[in-house]
């Protein structure tokens, strides 16, 4: 069945379901909040809904249901390859369903029909300064396409709510096919000759993407496959999920939504941390003269980096307490392609040692590495070596969880969100002296 199909045949049965279960369990508790939740990040609580993924403390993500090795191993592959698709990702984040190689060559094809980007959205690229950071220009390169919304256009013509989830869909579509394009030309004006390299026709999505970087190796390729698999979703509560839903949720269109959440993706404490894992490594390996520490350098190296009052970068996470499976994936990719590949090994070493360390220091609920404690060195193995751009990686990967959702939520009807914030005065007059 064709993906819109089988999404709008997905999407009635949902609206029955919810319904049901709002007039049915409507009043029931999921999560209560406390004095130290309410300052202390909204961690746990339980309070909105995201249909795509759910992230377990200890087993990690699950794709609708899917954990990382059953989606590696149960995804359809590109030809010769061993890596999932991200085509079939996205199919599995929108449907529920495993895609068949056919769905997801029918995916390819309607993306890369899709892909062509507008002149002006070039021209505005072109006026940004070269040494503007390449999320700033990633941000701004995808509000250059919010004028081509469907969503804002269909809403302004007064489309009925029931038909909001179409457009959405529409513009969804539309923005996953042009990103790559969008992200490589960011990245070959940032870095390399200036020059647009045009997308191919016969590549799947993460092929074509590398390609218009300027990457033709077939191993990197199978690297972008994984990397857009793994960074695609992690359930709604981080910052860049939250930050789409939360914009999109006043019916800002998916450009805006999307940009929004891509300049929460720009913090250090979020899809930052990538680049700065890489920048410690090699800081390390730098002052030791370009080899590798002996664990006892290493430990004092950690040990220094936590005395400094810094955090350990790529170990940690407000969900997880357990080694992410995203970072597993990554590790297995190193141990296939570049076992003997000497960022690897520092990697490798600072998982034997960092948790203890982290543990005995005993601040990080989490010691285990998370996702971005891996893929910049996976990076720059394949000359990918502009530590500024992984986050603009990420954001390709991201875009399909938070726009797949994004189409859920006008399907489900959600509303504004609004959550009731108080004051320390209220805290003290409600909670302190009552
Ligand atoms: C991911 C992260 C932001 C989660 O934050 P969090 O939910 O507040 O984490 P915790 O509840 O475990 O934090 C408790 C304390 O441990 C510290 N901590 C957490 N991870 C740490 C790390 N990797 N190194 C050193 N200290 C760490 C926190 O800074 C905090 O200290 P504070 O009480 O002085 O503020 C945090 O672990 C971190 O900064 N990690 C390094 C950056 C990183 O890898 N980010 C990518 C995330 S995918």
Known sequence: MPLKELLTKKITEMQEQVKTILKEHGEKVLSQATVSQAYGGMRDIKCMVWETSLLDPMEGIRFRGYSIPEVREKLPKAKGGEEPLPEGIFWLLLTGELPSKKDVREVTKEWQARSEIPKEVWKTLNALPKNMHPMTQFSIGILALQPYSLFSKKYEEGLPKAQYWDPTYEDMMNLLAQLPAIAAYIYRRTY?????????????????????????????????????????????????????????????????????????????????????????????????????????ELSKALWDTLNSGQVIPGYGHAVLRKTDPRYVAQREFALKHMPEDEHFKLVSMIYEVAPDILTKHGKAKNPWPNVDAHSGVLQWYYGVREYDFYSVLFGVSRAMGVLAQLVWDRALGLPLERPKSVTTEWIKQNVVNK
């Open 192 to 296: 390399k000759d200036g020059k647009r390299v045009r997308g191919k026709k016969a590549l799947d999505w993460g092929a074509n993407f590398a390609h218009m970087m300027g990457i033709d190796n077939p191993e990197y390729s199978e690297l972008m496959r994984l990397y857009l698999v793994l960074h695609c979703d992690h359930e709604g509560g981080n910052v860049s999920a939250h930050t789409t839903h939360l914009v999109g949720s006043a019916l800002s269109d998916p450009y805006y939504s999307l940009s929004a959440g891509m300049d929460g993706l720009a913090g250090p404490l979020h899809g930052l941390a990538n680049q700065e894992v890489l920048h410690w490594i090699q800081n390390l390996m730098k002052k030791l003269g370009g080899k590798l520490p002996t664990k006892d």
